[in-house]
């Protein structure tokens, strides 16, 4: 079994891949700034143990952030991905980085790509006065990193996309920060004719374990998710209705740069032998019970 090296290792995809792995049999190394390992010190990273695998999860995320803080979100993506690469390139099987959905927000948006959204749409900043920008324009330049090194250098690598992913003890995401505000009464809906895919938490573990093991996907792109596309008001609702809340959503468009539409194309995934075994109910009913006890 490989030894694995996980940054963002505290992170929500982070720490339940941490634990997952583990319980699959493979040796997993954490990184993460919350145990003192931060990431955009190059000495830091050249101390970082030898591993066959390494997963790059670390980033600033969070979406008040891209608005409040968007020189660090820009920081924290492009130095731990260039430090690890110049570390661990040539010295690994795969180096496997997590981009984002929101790379290609743009294409969708201002080109009317299709959707659902496979692996060669463009990657587009909208614009690039919108702070929001710094998130999913940094995140462009990791993949451009991380290929670079695949030419200049011969690293193998697979760059996942990850479409909204949510499961329980999760911050900075809709479903959670709805169902905390609905408790509280506080039924604002922002973006609410917008549409997303959302994927559980132990789908995409699975996803990302196949991922690992497979051959058939080296050097390559990967949407990770579900194609079930819905509206963000439809998921209020059906949140709603799981808390026997019957009073009105107080609605509002999308912040500017908020992409309309987003589901991805999972063919390629689904080459793997993936198949979805958590629907978005069950997703939701799962999160529900850990933040509130069901009526």
């Known amino acids: 079994m490989f030894k694995i090296l996980v ?9 339940h891949l941490y634990h997952y792995l583990q319980s699959c049999g493979y040796t997993v190394i954490a990184a993460d700034i919350k145990d003192g390992i931060d990431l955009t010190q190059e000495q830091v990273v050249k101390n970082l143990p030898d591993v066959d695998v390494v997963i790059h999860l670390a980033a600033y995320n969070g979406t008040k952030h891209f608005y409040d803080k968007p020189f660090d979100v820009i920081r924290n993506s492009i130095l731990p991905t260039q430090y690890l690469l110049e570390r661990y390139s040539g010295k690994v099987k795969r180096f496997i980085f997590a981009g984002t959905c929101e790379s290609y927000a743009g294409a969708v948006d201002l080109f009317d790509w299709p959707v659902p959204t496979d692996e060669t749409v463009p990657l587009v900043v909208s614009d690039v006065k ?7 324009g940094s995140k ?10 695949h030419e200049q250098l011969g690293q193998e690598y697979t760059i996942i996309r990850y479409h909204n992913v949510f499961g329980p003890n999760q911050v900075d995401h809709f479903i959670p920060e709805f169902i905390d505000r609905a ?3 506080d039924y604002v809906l922002r973006g609410y004719l917008n549409t997303r895919s959302f994927m559980y938490i132990e789908d995409a573990l699975e996803a990302t374990r196949l991922i690992i093991e497979s051959d058939k996907i080296k050097n390559q792109i990967i949407n990770v998710g579900n194609d079930k596309e819905i509206k963000i008001l439809d998921v209020a609702n059906i949140i ?12 509002y468009p999308e912040p500017l740069g908020s992409v309309k539409r987003r589901c991805p194309d ?30």
Do not use: H
């Open 266 to 295: 999972i063919k390629k995934l689904r080459s793997l032998g993936f198949r979805s075994k958590i629907t978005l109910l069950q997703g939701l009913m799962k999160v529900m019970e850990s933040q509130c006890k069901l009526e």
């Open 240 to 251: 709603l209705d799981l808390m026997n809340i019957k009073s009105p959503l107080v609605l």
């Open 140 to 149: 462009i330049v990791n993949e451009l990193q991380v290929i670079a090194a």
């Open 183 to 185: 408790k509280n009464g």
């Open 130 to 136: 919108n702070p929001r920008w710094s998130y999913g």
């Open 7 to 15: 940054t963002g290792s505290s992170g929500f995809i982070g720490q």
